[in-house]
């Protein structure tokens, strides 16, 4: 008789009333234990850490791909407007954007303006980053995991319940891995569960919402249009005077306030030496 139904006797003589009112749990109890034997189903968990290290793998590359969309956003910009429907004069320009609603936007431009500054569209940006380290170190662990569980998938049971004095100091790491990588994992599955509401708030709360080209003075076709300052300053910064330090500031309210917002320099002039005269007249003369 193992150790187990000795105790299991010893409760059923002292506390009898006590053990039938508790039965159906002892019971339980009981075959709960007997399933969860020493040796467990190395095969079927190697299978679920699988399926758990290629979802980590493909929510590390999603996080990343948005990163760097994120972050482009603020430094990728076209030379020339790339569109075949530009206003050729200021009655047209005013016109569309009118009707538009916003202001003209180049069809050669990747992505938008997000109507937020620099540092709160990097806070974004450091969220998806956050969210790659985070289901890395878990696709790690999977892998460490599957490696470990694997050593003991065909395993003898013999070999495995009775043969620990003679095992390897090899076997005893996998051993550890096979216990306590669960528990990492786990902390690293609240990690990405934190991550995950805090984006989630972010989108409730409008976070970063919204692009520069539809503010009101954009739509009132006004020279205060932040769209078409952030672009002309953009085109300054990266092909007038290069300068990367200074093309970060063109998502601040300070850094593009030197431009006029009148209209996009690409729209005014295509070639690259008049617009890159006119923009420098522009930041000498703010007024």
Not at 35 to 59: D, M, P
Not at 206 to 226: D, F, K, P, T, V
């Amino acid at each position: 008789m193992s150790e187990v139904d000795g105790r299991r006797n010893r409760a059923r003589r002292v506390c009898s009333s006590l053990h039938k009112l508790l039965s159906c749990v002892d019971n339980l109890w009981h075959k709960l234990r007997v399933s969860c034997k020493r040796r467990r189903n190395s095969q079927k968990r190697v299978l679920f850490y699988t399926a758990q290290g290629i979802g980590s793998l493909f929510v590390m590359i999603a996080a990343i791909v948005l990163y760097q969309i994120i972050l482009a956003t603020a430094t990728t910009l076209s030379e020339t407007c790339g569109s075949d429907s530009i206003p050729t004069n200021d009655t047209d320009l005013k016109a569309q954007t009118t009707a538009d609603q916003s202001s003209f936007q180049c069809s050669g431009d990747a992505f938008g303006l997000s109507a937020c500054e620099y540092g709160d569209l990097l806070n974004v940006a450091n969220m998806m980053y956050a969210n790659f380290y985070v289901n890395g170190m878990q696709f790690l662990v999977c892998m460490l995991l599957i490696y470990s569980l694997g050593k003991f998938t065909h395993l003898p049971a013999e070999k495995l319940q009775f043969d620990k004095k003679n095992a390897s100091r090899l076997m005893m790491l996998f051993g550890g891995i096979c216990k306590q990588g669960p528990w990492l994992f786990r902390l690293l599955h609240f990690l990405q569960g934190i991550r995950i509401f805090g984006s989630w708030l972010m989108m409730v709360l409008g976070y970063c919402r919204g692009n520069l080209a539809y503010s009101s003075y954009c739509i009132a076709y006004s020279e205060n249009c932040a769209y078409n300052k952030a672009r002309n300053c953009q085109y300054y910064y990266v092909y007038c005077q290069p300068d990367a330090t200074l093309l970060l500031g063109c998502y601040t309210e300070a850094g593009r306030a030197a431009f006029s917002g009148r209209m996009d320099i690409r729209v005014l002039s295509g070639v690259h030496c008049v617009a890159c005269g006119i923009l420098e007249a522009d930041f000498a003369n703010t007024m």
